[in-house]
């Protein structure tokens, strides 16, 4: 062997040393196993994910285990479904974000997942970035974790309950959170298919979810009331919460005391919105 092409091969074995995940990202270069059914990546991080939410939700939280798995499973099966997205996405992001979306759902005593001032989606989000760093302050490939994955997991969970499209963020942003949607379903997504729905039912049963959900929500609108003011989950604390009154924090109630310092600072200040044409529809 040439002096150059043992510097060379020297450096491509360091460059590998140096990335071990970076051949895991693409192109379905990754070990993978099947869960009911379904092909998935099976790394490292993604296995401790997995041990995790099964071990971490058994006392208290038994539905979020399946309802993350199935969550997981149901995006992974769209995506097995089309081969230019699977070639191109970074499951392991999909993977890890799909499974740790729901961290600021805990209820255990000083959750290190929750706090009073943010909703579930920002602690859930923020803590998986948190729960991915210590994970590589113990098992290395910190340099593979950069900010952008890292980003790409906090973006897909934050936006879980943004419905409406979330299509224009990174594609694995946007496969978490429509993972998460494929568990809200009206009626099966063909992106699925109906043998994978029956497998990744029947291995992880939903027989509990929505009154597990109906707690929990309901739960964080007791605990937190001021971080649900502004959001839907205020619906669960006026439904079900006795006293819980968001009046004067919702966002309505704060342009309408807007609107009322406004006149009273400017009272000569005329205001005439004019019409254009279109009759002020900006779609037509
Ligand atoms: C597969 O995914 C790609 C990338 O998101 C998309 O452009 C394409 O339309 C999808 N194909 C099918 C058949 O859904
Ligand atoms: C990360 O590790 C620190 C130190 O053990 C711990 O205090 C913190 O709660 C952990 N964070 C997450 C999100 O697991
Ligand atoms: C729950 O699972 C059953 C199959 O056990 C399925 O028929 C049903 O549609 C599922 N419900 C939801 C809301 O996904
Ligand atoms: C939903 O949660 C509220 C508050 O815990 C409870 O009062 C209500 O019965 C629950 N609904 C169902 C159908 O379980
Ligand atoms: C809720 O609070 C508003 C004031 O912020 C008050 O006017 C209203 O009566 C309260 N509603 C209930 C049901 O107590
Ligand atoms: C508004 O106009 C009235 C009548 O011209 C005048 O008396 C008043 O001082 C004005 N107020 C302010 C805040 O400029």
């Not at 401790?48 to 939280?61: A, C, G, T």
């Amino acid at each position: 062997m040439k002096f150059s092409s043992i510097v060379s091969s020297l450096a491509l074995a360091g460059a590998v040393a140096a990335h071990p995940s970076s051949l895991c990202d693409k192109r379905g270069k990754h070990p993978t196993t099947t869960i009911a059914g379904v092909e998935v990546i099976d790394t490292p991080i993604v296995r401790d994910v997995r041990k995790f939410i099964e071990e971490y939700y058994k006392d208290y939280q038994p539905y979020l285990t399946n309802h993350l798995y199935r969550t997981w499973l149901f995006g992974a099966a769209a995506i097995n479904n089309n081969a230019t997205l699977k070639a191109s996405l970074d499951l392991e992001v999909h993977a890890v974000g799909s499974m740790l979306h729901d961290l600021g759902w805990d209820i255990k005593p000083h959750s290190p997942y929750v706090t009073a001032e943010y909703s579930f989606e920002v602690d859930s989000g923020r803590f998986a970035m948190d729960w991915i760093k210590n994970w590589t302050a113990t098992h290395g490939g910190a340099k593979d974790w950069d900010e952008v994955r890292l980003q790409k997991v906090n973006l897909g969970i934050l936006l879980q309950t943004f419905v409406g499209s979330n299509e224009f963020v990174f594609p694995e942003s946007y496969w978490i959170t429509k993972s998460v949607g494929f568990e809200f379903p009206v009626g099966e997504s063909p992106l699925i298919g109906s043998e994978n729905y029956d497998n990744i039912w029947k291995a992880y049963s939903n027989s509990t979810m929505f009154r597990g959900t109906n707690f929990t929500f309901t739960n964080m609108a007791v605990y937190k009331p001021a971080a649900t003011y502004t959001t839907f989950l205020s619906e669960f604390g006026l439904h079900y919460v006795p006293g819980y009154n968001n009046t004067a924090n919702t966002l309505f109630s704060l342009i309408q005391g807007g609107l009322q310092a406004e006149i009273a600072e400017f009272p000569n200040v005329s205001f005439v919105q004019k019409i254009p044409p279109n009759g002020a529809n900006p779609l037509e």
